[in-house]
């Protein structure tokens, strides 16, 4: 849903009141989409979450250990995707946290920890939907992961600092997402007058005013975060291969 | 534990197979999907609602606060549908069939929402997990799920407890503030999420850990009987749709 709370920043008092707040993260909602649509998304989808459940089982087969740390990965999206936004309009809204997600765990897992969040926030948050699941993948666990990280490598590649890079990961991740969904919906409702693009005019109207400012927040939060997580926490990066090791020339690059 | 789960752990249907349940509420958001809106739609959404607040004894508050969220999408997703771009008209004007069409997405997804619903209200996100092995769900992607499941409510407290830490500090009270707090926030709970999976690895090592998650599921068995009255449901809801289409429309 389109993002408009005004809250004063105060915590949250519960666990309740935290999700409420990842229910305004934009998903397709429950039987939204035509059955022939839904189905299309969700055979596009498979390709890549096949990959990623591949590449998924042959990291834990290999590493046992791996488990618990994918588990945990899949957690912290979950919760990173609950944390309130302040959007530089002044309204509020919530990341995606797919750029940052892919920049930690690469595009394939992320396709998996993606597939995963989202149906957990079906069917605890009754948000999202499980006939759209496929066409919520897609745009959050595909589209928005893989246009982050190709941003980040080409940035990364070009010698550029490695905030610079993040920052423009998690803006053209979250960018992007919301341009699929516009498609997405589109498609399925075309406009009476001037058809599919007449439509994407419309969605892509809407979700622009609001989304363009919000893309930019979560690219300067998840520079703050990535930041922090370069003081407290270079072990796991360098694990990750978001950091290079010492003596290191090359940075890690994903199997 | 979040509502939705918590209410299936006390639903009167918890010991029920997933299975059975997945053929009546998904069976009810295929239909919703898949019949005509007016009135297929229509119909699913009284017999979801009817079973809902009924046989399943699902709190009518409970389930608003839970219908609530996927309804406001609804509305506003349906709101374009009443303008038209370009044409006679206008560059912008009312679309002719606008209200048709947004009335027939939102009876679908208001009654496509209530089937899912009828099926996380009543099924544990922990009874059914470990089924998804059975149904072809390779293992590793099941125990990373599982790991995900649990280990999201410790992280999201967390977050709660530093949220009103900062708060409690003023971290909230500048702009400036809030953003260097939930910088914080973001990466203190990725420490948290790494600092624990690392300690439940050496907890589970010491216990012989072979890298299989072994869970304790309730036994359940699938009912004939039930599944059987589920797919009569759906089939009657069918045919009633399909009868009345040509009279009601």
Same mark, same amino acid.
């Given at each position: 849903?389109?993002?408009?709370s005004?809250e004063? #920043? ?38 890549f @979450? ?38 530089? =309009? ?41 006939t ?13 992961p ?17 905030? @610079? ?13 919301y ?77 | 534990?979040l ?40 119909l ?18 409970r ?18 549908l ?59 992607? @099941? ?15 967390? @977050? $709660? ?11 909230h =009270?500048?702009?400036?503030a809030?953003w ?18 690392? $300690? ?10 072979d #890298? ?33 289409? #040509?009279?009601?429309?």
């Amino acid at each position: 849903m389109v993002p408009v709370s005004q809250e004063t #920043g105060q915590g949250a008092s519960t666990i309740h009141e935290v999700l409420e707040r990842v229910r305004r993260v934009m998903h397709i909602a429950e039987g939204f989409l035509p059955p022939a649509h839904a189905i299309a998304w969700g055979v596009a989808s498979a390709p890549f @979450v096949v990959h990623g459940v591949r590449s998924l089982t042959r990291e834990v087969r290999e590493h046992p250990e791996s488990t618990l740390l994918l588990g945990a990965s899949g957690a912290f999206t979950f919760v990173l995707s609950a944390l309130k936004l302040p959007s530089v =309009t002044g309204s509020c809204s919530h990341p995606t946290g797919t750029g940052l997600g892919a920049i930690l765990f690469r595009p394939p897992i992320m396709a998996v920890l993606g597939t995963i969040t989202l149906l957990f926030q079906a069917l605890l948050l009754a948000h999202g939907g499980l006939t759209t699941l496929g066409a919520n993948v897609f745009s959050m666990a595909i589209v928005g992961p893989w246009a982050g990280y190709g941003v980040y490598r080409v940035l990364r590649r070009g010698q550029a600092p490695l905030m @610079v890079a993040v920052f423009f990961a998690a803006f053209v991740a979250d960018l992007s997402t919301y341009c699929v969904t516009s498609v997405q919906l589109a498609l399925a409702f075309p406009d009476p007058g001037s058809g599919f693009l007449g439509a994407l005019g419309k969605f892509g109207s809407i979700f622009a005013v609001t989304q363009i400012p919000l893309a930019v927040s979560e690219g300067l939060l998840t520079v703050l975060v990535m930041r922090l997580l370069v003081k407290s926490s270079r072990g796991e990066l360098t694990r990750l291969g978001v950091l290079l090791s010492k003596g290191t020339k090359q940075e890690a690059m994903a199997p | 534990m979040l509502p939705i789960d918590a209410a299936a752990h006390g639903s009167r249907w918890r010991r029920r197979h997933p299975l059975d349940k997945a053929v009546l509420g998904l069976g009810l958001t295929v239909l919703a999907i898949s019949l005509p809106p007016w009135p297929g739609a229509a119909l699913v959404l009284a017999a979801a609602l009817t079973v809902l607040l009924g046989p399943a004894g699902v709190p009518g508050r409970r389930l608003w606060r839970a219908y609530r969220v996927p309804l406001g999408f609804c509305v506003t997703g349906a709101l374009p549908l009443l303008v038209q771009v370009g044409g006679p008209d206008g560059f912008l004007a009312a679309a002719p069939d606008g209200p048709v069409r947004a009335g027939e997405l939102l009876l679908r997804t208001s009654a496509a929402s209530l089937g899912v619903l009828l099926f996380a209200f009543t099924t544990p996100m922990s009874d059914l997990l470990p089924r998804l092995v059975r149904a072809g769900v390779p293992a590793p992607v @099941v125990d990373v799920a599982l790991v995900t499941y649990r280990m999201s409510f410790l992280l999201l407290d967390s @977050v $709660r407890r530093v949220r009103e830490a900062q708060a409690a500090r003023l971290g909230h =009270t500048t702009r400036a503030a809030t953003w260097r707090s939930l910088g914080g926030l973001g990466a203190t709970a990725f420490v948290r999420a790494f600092d624990r999976a690392a $300690r439940l690895q050496t907890g589970l090592a010491g216990r012989g850990y072979d #890298g299989t998650l072994r869970v304790l599921v309730p036994p359940a068995r699938v009912s004939v009987p039930f599944t059987a009255a589920s797919l009569a449901l759906l089939a009657a809801l069918t045919a009633l749709a399909l009868t009345l289409e #040509g009279p009601l429309s």
